[in-house]
C-alpha cells in the first residue's frame, strides 16, 4: 500500500540502505523535492550511487555531490560543472540502452525517484515530461518514491499505477523549466542549410537549444509536418498551434507528435496536458530501430563538438574537457540516414574558442561519438556536405568547403595525404 507523504515528513532512512543504487529521473521530469532529501539526507545513510541522465536543475554541485557518488552518460545542462570537478562518473551509453541495462541488472536499481502527475480517476498518473527510462526503473526498484507534483501536465503514453509507487511525496512546485535560447546570427546561418532538407511531409527529430529553435521558426511555410523524437521544446507549439505539424502523412502513429521528453517552459507543458496529439513514449519506443524504420522523410538533427575529415563525429569530450555525451545520436543518425526520403543532419559552427579552433579537424581530441560508417551531412554556417556513399577523399574535400576559410589550406594538407593513400 502506498505511504502518502509532504517532503517534511519524508526521512529516506526508513526506505534507503547504504549502498544502495538510485535511479533518477531526468531533465525536466527531475523530482527535485526527492533530490533535495537526498541531498540533505544521504550523507547520514552513506555509499549511496544516483544516476541521472542529464539535468538542468542546478541542484548537483560539487558540494552536493559528497552526499553520494552521482552517474550519468554524459555532461549534459547542469552537469557540466560536475565534470569539471570531476564529481560525476560518466558511464558510456546510448539512452536507447539505458532501460534495458536497467532490466538486465548491468545497470543496478534498488530506488526509483521519478516525478508523476497526480493520478486519473483509475489510480494512474502520468510520467509527465519524461518516459525514457522510468517504467525500467519502477519494475526494477525495491523502493519506489514517487514526488506526486500537482503542476505536471498528464501527458498521454507512459503511465504509472499508484500501486507501483511505495512512497508518494506531494508537492506543488513548478516543474523544472529551460527557457528558450537565445539565436544568434550564427546560430540562424546553421538552421538555414539545415532547413533546406524539411520538405512537406517530413518527420523530424531534434533536440533543444539555439540552432533547433532557429530551425522550427523556419518551418512555418511547410504542410503536414511529423514529429517522432525523443526531445522537444517550446518550438513545437507554435508549429502545432500554426497547423503546421499534423503528422498526417506518416504511416505510423498517423496524427500524433511522438516525443520522450518535454523541455522547455510553462507553456510548452500546458500545451501538452492532456492532449491527445502529443503522445509520451519509453525510449524502447522513441528509438527502436524497427520502429524508426517504418517513417519515411525522417530528419533527424543532431550536434557535434567536433567532426573530422572522415565524417567521424566527437559529442562528447574537447580535450580534457568532458562537455557533452552520446544521448540518442547514434539511434537517430543511424534511422535518419536509411529513411526513404530522408537525410541525418549533423549540425555545428565552424570554428570554437572565437575562431581559434577549426570545428573540422584533421584528427577528433575526443572520443568517436558516431562512426564515419553511419555518418550522412555534416553542416556548419558555411554550408551542407553530403558524406553518405563517398570515398575518404571526397568528404575531406566536401568538409573543408564548409571549413571556416582560416583552416581550410591547412586541412587541405591533410586532405591531401588522404587523397594520395586512398584512405
Known amino acids: 500500500m502506498t505511504r502518502v507523504l509532504d517532503t517534511s515528513q519524508l526521512e529516506l532512512s526508513q526506505y534507503l540502505r547504504s549502498g544502495d543504487h538510485i535511479i ?3 531533465a525536466c521530469g527531475e523530482p527535485t523535492s526527492l533530490v533535495k532529501s537526498l541531498i540533505d539526507q544521504g550523507q547520514a545513510i552513506g555509499n549511496l550511487s544516483a544516476f541521472i541522465a542529464t539535468s538542468f536543475s542546478g541542484l548537483f554541485t560539487p558540494e552536493t555531490a559528497d552526499s553520494f ?5 554524459g555532461a549534459i545542462g547542469s552537469l557540466r560543472i560536475m565534470t569539471k570537478a570531476n564529481k560525476l562518473s560518466v558511464i558510456p551509453i546510448h539512452v536507447s540502452q539505458v532501460a534495458p541495462m536497467i532490466e538486465a541488472g548491468i545497470m543496478p536499481c534498488d530506488v526509483a525517484f521519478i516525478q508523476v502527475s497526480p493520478a486519473d480517476e483509475r489510480g494512474y498518473h502520468s510520467c509527465g515530461l519524461i518516459s525514457d527510462y522510468v517504467q525500467a526503473a519502477v519494475d526494477k526498484a525495491r523502493v519506489v518514491i514517487a514526488e506526486v507534483n500537482e503542476q505536471v501536465p498528464f501527458c498521454n503514453g507512459e503511465l504509472i499505477h499508484s500501486s507501483a509507487i511505495d512512497v508518494a511525496v506531494t508537492v506543488s512546485n513548478p516543474p523544472v523549466e529551460v527557457p528558450p535560447a537565445k539565436i544568434s546570427d550564427l546560430d540562424q546561418a546553421i538552421a538555414n542549410h539545415c532547413a533546406a532538407y524539411i520538405e512537406d511531409g517530413s518527420v523530424i527529430q531534434t533536440g533543444v537549444g539555439a540552432v533547433p ?4 521558426r523556419l518551418l512555418h511555410d511547410r504542410k503536414d509536418l ?5 526531445m522537444l521544446g517550446d518550438g513545437l507549439v507554435e508549429l502545432m498551434e500554426a497547423g503546421v505539424i499534423t503528422n498526417a502523412r506518416k504511416k505510423i502513429d498517423t496524427g500524433v507528435s511522438i516525443n520522450g521528453a518535454l523541455i522547455g517552459s510553462r507553456r510548452l507543458y500546458d500545451f501538452a496536458h492532456q492532449n491527445p496529439n502529443i503522445r509520451m513514449c519509453a525510449t524502447s519506443y522513441t528509438h527502436d530501430a524497427a520502429v524508426l524504420a517504418q517513417l519515411e522523410k525522417l530528419v533527424t538533427i543532431n550536434s557535434a563538438m567536433e567532426v573530422d575529415l572522415t ?12 562537455m557533452g555525451g552520446t544521448g540518442g545520436q547514434v539511434d537517430f543518425v543511424r534511422a535518419g540516414a536509411r529513411s526513404k526520403g530522408g537525410h541525418a543532419i549533423i549540425a555545428l559552427p565552424a570554428t570554437a574558442k572565437g575562431g581559434s579552433i577549426s570545428r573540422i579537424t584533421v584528427d577528433l581530441s575526443g572520443p568517436v561519438t558516431t562512426a564515419r560508417t553511419d555518418v550522412d551531412v555534416i553542416v556548419t554556417e558555411f554550408g551542407a556536405a553530403e558524406l553518405k556513399g563517398q570515398c575518404l577523399a571526397e568528404r575531406a574535400r566536401r568538409l573543408i568547403e564548409i571549413a571556416h576559410p582560416d583552416f581550410q589550406e591547412e586541412l587541405s594538407r591533410a586532405a591531401h595525404t588522404i587523397a594520395q593513400r586512398g584512405f
Open 213 to 216: 529553435d532557429a530551425i522550427l
Open 69 to 73: 557518488h552521482l552517474y550519468s552518460m
Open 226 to 230: 511529423g514529429v517522432h523524437s525523443g
Open 311 to 322: 565524417g567521424q563525429a566527437n559529442a562528447e569530450q574537447s580535450g580534457s574537457s568532458y
Open 24 to 26: 533518477m529521473g531526468q
